[in-house]
Nanobody, 121 residues
Framework: QVQLVESGGGLVQAGGSLRLSCAASGRTFSAYAMAWFRQAPGKEREFVATISWSGGSTAYADSVKGRFTISRDNAKNTMYLQMNSLKPEDTALYYC??????????????WGQGTQVTVSS
């Protein structure tokens, strides 16, 4: 089992940048595919990005492609989401998630508590 803690959220103006981090407990972090999801008020949680256990494979939602970059450092048990050119519609609670096996856009059993990102216009 893995425990996840997100950090790095905050308030930023449109066009700005933020980097989210997700710290994982345990000694088998490299065995997990990881992902970021987000949930805006009144909306369902949606997939943002995913990365394979090695970091060699990534995938993004169309809404963030070209602006967000997912990465991981297995030596530090940490995953990141670099968010550039932020838009007000990126405002949401951002969650990191983990699953054993291949990276998918759904079906993640382990979740963090979330970190709030607010983008002002």
């Amino acid at each position: 089992q893995v425990q996840l803690v997100e950090s790095g959220g905050g308030l930023v103006q449109a066009g700005g940048s933020l980097r989210l981090s997700c710290a994982a407990s345990g000694r088998t972090f490299s065995a997990y595919a990881m992902a970021w999801f987000r949930q805006a008020p009144g909306k369902e949680r949606e997939f943002v990005a995913t990365i394979s256990w090695s970091g060699g494979s990534t995938a993004y939602a169309d809404s963030v492609k070209g602006r967000f970059t997912i990465s991981r450092d297995n030596a530090k048990n940490t995953m990141y989401l670099q968010m550039n050119s932020l838009k007000p519609e990126d405002t949401a609670l951002y969650y990191c998630a983990a699953r054993r096996g291949v990276a998918l856009t759904t079906d993640y059993p382990y979740w963090g508590q979330g970190t709030q990102v607010t983008v002002s216009s």
